[in-house]
């Protein structure tokens, strides 16, 4: 199974709402990122998650929040987001280090309104 | 700070061709290199991977090859199928340093297969 599932497909959330990404994948993965990605635009990176600590923060405004409680699971928590950071949310894994095949979920398609 | 570039940007090509899409970085000290395939709307999903110490990496009609030392890997669709339209990334790895995690895309080559 090198499935990656993310939940919910699509959100809508208004300037001062609070909402949740989730990312889950069941292959033993240690790694686990959160890409952006606008449209017609390759997937930017934001964070890293190695061994279910944040080892890669790229500059990432803190109204995204990122959380890995288990080594299964990856959250993104948003709060007070704006209208630019509507877009695709991606959620990835590998096995360890990162340097493996890293496998991506189908994605979170987020309007701020 | 590496820069990853795809050519063409956009490609329209009649089912049974056979076609290249070409990647270039700009730095050579990569751990392996990745191509990824995107449907409209959808996750990515990884196609070949190829390590740096490889020259090819072959899955089904999919062949694709790096040339480290010259900054350049390629990949070649065998006889394209209207179902092969996509958008095609690639991406690298760093070899070495706190970033091995991060991988650097390029822009994509949008891929149209016509009947």
């Known amino acids: 199974d090198t499935e990656v599932t993310q939940t919910p497909k699509h959100l809508v959330m208004g300037m001062t709402n609070k909402k949740s990404l989730k990312c889950e994948q069941h292959?033993?993965?240690?790694?686990m990122y959160w890409y952006k990605q606008k449209a017609k635009k390759p997937p930017e990176l934001m964070f890293v998650y190695s061994y279910e600590k944040l080892s890669i923060n790229e500059s990432v405004p803190s109204r995204f929040s990122p959380e890995c409680p288990n080594s299964s699971l990856l959250n993104l928590h948003l709060h007070a987001l704006q209208p630019e950071d509507s877009a695709l949310y991606l959620c990835?894994?590998?096995?360890?280090?990162?340097?493996?095949?890293?496998?991506f979920g189908p994605g979170t398609r987020l309007l701020v309104l | 700070k590496q820069e990853v570039t795809q050519i063409p940007a956009a490609l329209s090509v009649p089912e049974g061709e056979n076609l290249v899409l070409n990647c270039s970085f700009t730095d050579s000290a990569i751990y392996n290199l990745q191509w990824f395939r995107q449907d409209p709307g959808k996750g990515l999903t990884s196609l070949l991977l190829i390590q740096s110490s490889q020259r090819e990496q072959t899955s089904g009609r999919l062949n694709a090859s790096l040339d480290k030392s010259s900054g350049r890997s390629t990949l070649y669709i065998a006889a394209s199928q209207p179902g092969d339209s996509a958008t095609y990334l690639c991406a690298v790895r760093p070899d070495g340093g706190t970033s091995y995690g991060k991988l650097t895309f390029g822009q994509g080559t949008i891929l149209t297969v016509h009947p």
């Open positions: 292959m033993g993965h240690r790694a």
């Open positions: 990835a894994s590998s096995k360890t280090t990162g340097r493996e095949t890293q496998y």
